[in-house]
């Protein structure tokens, strides 16, 4: 005896396999675009907090010693000044958390005034990010378009 077979039915069944590992291969090319675009400042905020609440000795930063020159003419303003993540948004209300999750250490920070000008002054910041790829992910995440 024949049985004969519905070709509606095995349409159907071969349109639904191929949704499905249509559907699967766009996840994996999800998955696969979100690896190569990884962004260190999206780590969980837990873990940044641990790190920035470790008691060690960082080394004293001086200007004056530092990487940073300064043209002729800039004296220091005021003191320098130090923060960490319990008081970073103390400096930088409103962007500290992004800081934070990307392994902020310590914020240096000193105003200078120029005394050939009148009523002209800076502030230089000397950020401790722990690499190179948390500064840079910091920096990805506030770059301007422009």
Do not use: C
């Amino acid at each position: 005896m024949s049985r004969k077979v519905n070709t509606n039915t095995g349409q159907k069944q071969t349109f639904i396999s191929i949704a499905i590992l249509g559907v699967l291969a766009v996840i994996a090319g999800g998955i696969v675009f979100v690896q190569f675009n990884y962004n260190p400042a999206l780590k969980p905020v837990s873990s940044a907090l641990t790190v920035g609440h470790q008691k060690e000795k960082t080394p004293a930063v001086s200007f004056e010693n530092s990487l940073i020159s300064f043209p002729p003419g800039q004296t220091p303003l005021g003191a320098l000044e130090t923060f960490d993540a319990a008081n970073l948004s103390d400096k930088i209300d409103g962007k500290a958390e992004l800081y934070l999750t990307a392994g902020f250490n310590r914020l240096y920070s000193q105003r200078f005034e120029d005394k050939t000008v009148n009523n002209v002054w800076m502030e230089a910041f000397i950020y401790d990010m722990q690499s190179n790829q948390n500064a840079f992910s910091v920096f990805s995440a506030q770059r301007r378009e422009d």
